[in-house]
């Protein structure tokens, strides 16, 4: 099928979307369109960010819309506001030429009374977000008992904001004669789980290049200051002493300077940019692909002429702008079966970014928590014995030399002499590390909007809790972060201040998460210790319960809870 006159959808329709400079279909309306005119099967629709889903959705729903009648018929949900608005408006464009067409847009945030009196007059589509759509099917003020079509755009990411309870109650009231429709760039578990819990036999269609990378490549990324990167990167590196890999950059400018100060702090690194030669570009590149150098930094413009896929680890030390981008960086790991690490170093206003990514991969990208000082050494230290162990001694030509070096070292006993081995070695770390701070950020990122800057403060919705743990048991914040994750078993929970104690610790979440919190901690143990943790009676809970619990509160303090402490 090449045009949309070719789809039976009605002229008028047609005549508003050639104004739009629709041509022809995009690849996923070309499936949908006809699929959703002939058939009342439900339909789980897969197709990349910006490849024209709403029309692929809201043309044939149109088509099908009964103006005469001023029932609700087609209900689509989708996670925000501003995606309400643009997929309203997109409709509104579409059905230009059709009489009578009335679609309403229901969202948190802002009065409910112009959108009650919007949906009184009736309308045969309405546009909202969960949450709203909920309160007013509740007060019975949008009535989908008569819908023929539920839509769920980006369902992944209305799970994601938190929307679950919300979607499962609308989805709960609808009536079971429908057609339900979702819409999404990727297909996580939690997707193909609503799927089957609320889709009859569906079918499934996608469109496009798959949203994914190579198979065996773990995504992971680590949050810190931005002034920190650099130290990061060192953790990293230090923390995988036989990394073979690639560090890149956005500019040349940085990747010199990343190249440089990896080399005056002793790595095996080189950078790779427009501004070398050809004959040093070849030079680097050689020495690369034989594994005399160890880490390449580089741009990717400049990597693009590397035929190098075997690494270990691909470093983003800055996320790119195209998910593309990132897509192509680590692919050249976890290659041939084995599997790779696509690594990226973020502070807090780069996690947009990230998810935007996530959603390109359709994979989530995994917080790590930034290496101590300690962790490092520890790592580094193994390697070195690891080598001094599985090196080979080549007995006869080390013999004539043996005498002299036992009479040197003969003051020394065993136990002395493996210690100034290892030193000689590993000095350099132990001074490094020494006191090393933690790089890691605990606090909620500073990259929200003035509304939920407003909230972090004393109502933050934090609740202290009290737990029997602290320091002298190994605890630290990415540790006690990672038992928040384990033991409640979610990934999300905003997590606050965290104060760690010799024998004790305090640590502040989401206030919404309290019982979780009691119950998850019950009857667990750490490191041989009953642990129990209880809400803090020392100081007064920072919050109150966020009551009444607003969409337009909540929509933000779900962002940056997800974009919070999720240590892998
Ligand atoms: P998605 O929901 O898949 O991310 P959208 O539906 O928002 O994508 O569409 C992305 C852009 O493509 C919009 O600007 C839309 O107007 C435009 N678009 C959609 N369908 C077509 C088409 N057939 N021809 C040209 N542009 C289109
Ligand atoms: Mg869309």
């Known amino acids: 099928m090449q045009t949309f006159e070719e789809t039976g959808i009605n002229p008028q329709i047609i005549k508003a979307v050639s104004e739009l400079g629709f041509e022809k279909p995009t690849p996923i309306q070309e499936l949908t369109i006809p699929y959703l005119l002939e058939k009342k099967k439900d339909l789980v629709a897969l197709a990349q960010t910006g490849t024209g889903k709403t029309a692929a959705f809201g043309l044939p729903i149109l088509n099908q819309i009964n103006p005469e009648s001023g029932k609700t018929q087609a209900l689509i949900l989708s996670p925000t506001r501003e995606l309400c608005v643009q997929i309203s408006n997109d409709i ?92 999404s760039a990727t297909m996580p ?3 193909s789980k609503i799927a089957r819990k609320y889709m009859r036999d569906f079918d499934e269609i ?84 034989r594994k005399h150098l160890q880490i390449l ?9 590397l035929d190098v896929n075997d690494l270990t680890h691909v470093i983003n030390y800055n996320i790119p702008e195209d998910p593309k981008t990132y897509i192509h960086r680590s692919g050249r790991t976890g290659r041939a079966g084995k599997s790779g690490t696509s690594i990226s170093l973020i502070h807090s206003r780069e996690l947009s970014g990230l998810k935007n990514i996530e959603k390109k991969l359709g994979k989530k990208i995994k917080r790590k928590a930034v290496p101590s000082g300690r962790e490092i050494c520890e790592k580094q ?62 606090e909620e990122p500073d990259n929200t909007d003035k509304q939920s800057k ?18 002298k048991k190994k605890l630290s914040p990415a540790k006690l972060i990672g038992l928040i994750n384990d033991f409640t078993g979610m990934r999300d929970i905003d997590v606050g201040k965290i104060d760690i104690m010799k024998t004790f610790a305090f640590f502040e979440v989401d206030g919404r998460y309290e019982d979780d919190i009691l119950r998850a901690f019950k009857g667990v143990k750490y490191k041989g210790i009953n642990v129990s943790a209880e809400i803090s009676k020392e100081k007064k809970k920072t919050g109150k319960r966020t009551s009444g619990r607003k969409k337009s509160k909540r929509k933000s303090g779900r962002k940056k809870r997800n974009q919070n402490n999720n240590f892998a």
């Open 206 to 289: 996608s469109a496009g290049e798959k949203n994914t990378g190579a198979e065996n490549v773990n995504h992971q990324y680590y949050l810190s200051k931005a002034k920190d990167r650099f130290k990061v990167l060192k953790r990293i590196l230090d923390s995988h002493p036989d990394i073979y890999g690639i560090v890149f950059c956005r500019t040349r400018r940085d990747t010199k300077e990343v190249a440089d100060r990896l080399i005056e702090n002793g790595y095996n690194a080189e950078a790779l940019h427009g501004d070398l030669s050809q004959a040093q570009r070849d030079f680097v590149m050689n020495r690369f692909r």
């Open 454 to 471: 407003k909230r972090r403060g004393k109502e933050s919705g934090f609740t202290r809790f009290f737990i029997n743990i602290g320091s």
């Open 189 to 191: 578990p939690e997707i």
């Open 381 to 442: 230290l193994f390697s070195l014995i690891d080598k001094i162990e599985k090196t080979e001694v080549d007995e006869a030509q080390i013999e004539p030399f043996m005498p002299i070096i036992y009479k040197k070292l003969s003051w020394l006993n065993r136990e002395d002499l493996i210690k100034h081995f290892v030193s000689a070695e590993f000095n350099r770390f132990l001074s490094y590390y020494k006191d090393a701070p933690d790089l890691n950020i605990y």
């Open 92 to 183: 509104k464009n579409y059905s230009k030429y059709l009489k009578n067409i009335r679609i309403a847009t229901i969202y948190g945030g802002a009065s409910a009374e112009k959108q009650i009196a919007e949906l009184n007059k009736g309308c045969q589509i309405a546009v909202g977000t969960p949450g709203r759509v909920l309160d007013l099917i509740k007060r019975k003020k949008l009535k989908i008992n008569n819908i023929d079509f539920l839509v769920l755009d980006e369902a992944d990411e209305m799970l994601d904001m938190g929307f679950k309870d919300e979607l499962d109650a609308v989805l709960a009231s609808a009536p079971e004669e429908k057609q339900t429709l979702l819409f």
């Open 297 to 305: 930094v580089a741009t990717d413009v400049a990597a693009r002429g």
